[in-house]
């Protein structure tokens, strides 16, 4: 199968103190970025043909996820000419069924990047496993499995922005020393953050709709707990068009959020990249995208620039032929796992050798934990759920731990609230070269989840206390309270100021940039991809001013 369509086989209190921080401005969303975030409609724009064995680029950007699509956008509004290269499908075509995503409760080979069977994050009810088999295809998530961890990830023009639940978070202003300590503060919140959130098309749930539907009782549960355990719960801004989840509540267009679409793709409501930035960048005229292409070699061009080798694949994972072209400059947008294990393997076995020894180090999690926790009788959380989340219970400066409340959209009365956490977890572990296995591994130690477990702790027991609930352990195994082995958030491997400058420039070479969450080490107390695309957007725009 050479084919790159996916028709293969088969009453809130709205106060300055409980509003979670800065949407930032949504309004002027043309002169703040340059183009406007346009309405959510149906995924399925078409892309460009794929690059040409022996082609020359001006720019080469290596993945399609929010650092990539900034990267590529700004560079075509400056007139440079920019390929886009990305392992995971187009995602533009529809399958049988009539849909390019299937939802969550119904996986099939769209679900999970060329996998034979499922690994849902909740994969037991009752104590029974969930998870199916599958065939195997180049489907939207990747659940890639290192020693000690599970990483999520997105697959497929837009990345992540295809499989997460959207919540777009701006850390609060206190804690970004921590985040990124040789980043301006006040650079980012009063120029990139807004700039990131009109561009990505951020909005907040209309608190109104919010205290009636029946598709947010579970979050007004958990809004309910929090309150009466002492604990802020703060509304979080998401990408979802809400207005168009009202018109999926009346049944007057087709339901995406409200038919259990989310890690597997989303095929109406949300704004993917797919339905911003990489829409703005393709509209300049300057931008072409390779779907199904593994870049496997960066190195030096004999007369300056790069040759970069790249394998196109077919949607079983099966090379069909190998290609090399030229670059000028090459930008690594390949997510935090993706960046930093190519950086790492380029660096050790002789391709760009130059490469310094922070390259692959500062790898973290963002202190991911689920759990769930069971109700009384008296509090249902509803068969009906929205699989957008938005809010999240914040404990954050006094027991390291922020908390979404999340969906559990099974159909059916569960009484069950189910919490995905981010903690202060500071361990971060190494991707090195493994010469051996001619594979790069990563250092990550399961144990190390217990300082994270601690911390949200530090909000569910309380609760639990509270409420005279007790924890849910039939979620994630047989008698199996946490999800300790898993990331939705993977951060780091080619931190900014240590393996770059402090705006992305690989050490060691001139021409060569990461720009996506690896610069970022390893934690940003709260939903990541917010700070990456602000980030990315500070970084391009001194590429663009001083490197010609």
């Known amino acids: 199968m050479t084919t790159t369509s996916n028709g293969g086989p088969g009453g809130p209190r709205l106060s300055r103190r409980r509003f979670l921080v800065g949407t930032g401005s949504v309004l002027g969303a043309a002169a703040l970025g340059g183009f406007s975030a346009p309405r959510a409609a149906a995924a399925g724009t078409r892309y460009s043909t794929s690059i040409s064995n022996g082609a020359h680029t001006q720019a ?3 993945g399609t996820g929010y650092g990539g699509s900034v990267a590529a956008l700004r560079l075509a509004q400056a007139g440079v000419g920019v390929e886009m290269i990305e392992m995971g499908m187009a995602w533009d075509t529809p399958g049988s069924d009539g849909k390019i995503f299937c939802d969550m409760t119904s996986p099939d080979y769209r679900s999970y990047w060329l996998r034979t069977q499922t690994k849902c994050p909740v994969n037991h009810f009752l104590g029974f496993p969930i998870d199916r088999s599958i065939p195997k295809y180049t489907g939207v998530l990747d659940a890639e499995d290192f020693a000690g961890i599970t990483v ?6 837009g990345g992540g922005s295809l499989v997460n639940g959207g919540m777009a978070v701006t850390p609060q202003r206190e804690n970004f020393g921590a985040i990124l300590p040789s980043v301006n503060a006040d650079e980012m919140y009063n120029v990139y953050y807004p700039r990131a959130n009109a561009g990505l098309g951020v909005g907040l749930v209309d608190p109104t709709w919010f205290n009636t539907t029946d598709w947010y009782q579970f979050a007004r549960v958990g809004r309910k707990q929090a309150d009466r355990s002492g604990f802020p719960f703060v509304f979080v801004p998401d990408v979802y068009d809400w207005d168009y989840m009202k018109q999926e509540d009346t049944g007057t267009v087709p339901r995406s959020a409200l038919a259990q679409e989310v890690i597997y793709g989303n095929n ?7 339905k911003t930035y990489i829409r703005a960048a ?19 061009a004999p007369n300056g620039g790069y040759v970069v080798l790249m394998d196109q694949l077919d949607t079983s994972g099966n090379v069909i032929t190998s290609k090399m072209v030229t670059a000028d400059k090459v930008f690594f947008a390949a ?7 190519l950086l790492v393997r380029l660096r050790d076995t002789g391709e760009l050798p130059n490469l310094n020894g922070q390259v692959g180090q500062n790898w973290g999690d963002n202190g ?5 926790r069971a109700n009384q009788i008296w509090d249902p959380t509803g068969a009906k759920q929205s699989t957008i989340p938005c809010g999240g219970i914040d404990n954050w400066v006094a027991g390291g731990a922020f908390a979404e409340v999340a969906p559990l959209p099974a159909g059916l009365e569960t009484w069950a609230s189910l919490y995905l956490s981010i903690t202060n977890n500071q361990h971060r572990a190494q991707f090195t070269w493994n010469a051996g296995t001619q594979q790069v591994d990563l250092s990550w130690q399961r144990a190390w989840k217990q300082h994270g477990i601690t911390m949200a702790k530090s909000i569910f027991d309380r609760i639990n206390h509270t409420e005279g609930t007790i924890y849910r352990t039939d979620l994630f195994g047989v008698h199996k309270t946490w999800n300790d082995t898993l990331t939705y958030h993977p951060l780091g491997g080619a931190v900014l100021n240590k393996a770059t400058d402090n705006y992305g420039r690989l050490v060691g070479y001139r021409g060569l940039y990461v720009i996506d969450g690896a610069l970022i080490p390893g934690n940003t107390s709260v939903n990541p991809f917010v700070t990456i695309t602000a980030l990315a957007e500070r970084n391009i725009e001194n590429i663009i001013a001083n490197d010609g």
């Open 268 to 274: 109406y409501g949300k704004k993917s990249l797919q």
């Open 368 to 372: 991911n934990i689920m759990v769930g």
């Open 60 to 62: 080469l950007v290596i």
């Open 152 to 157: 999520y990830q997105g697959r497929g023009i």
């Open 335 to 341: 997510g935090s796992v993706g960046t930093s294990k």
């Open 282 to 300: 393709l509209a300049t005229g300057k931008v072409n995208i390779s779907p199904l292409h593994k870049v496997t070699s960066v190195s030096l």
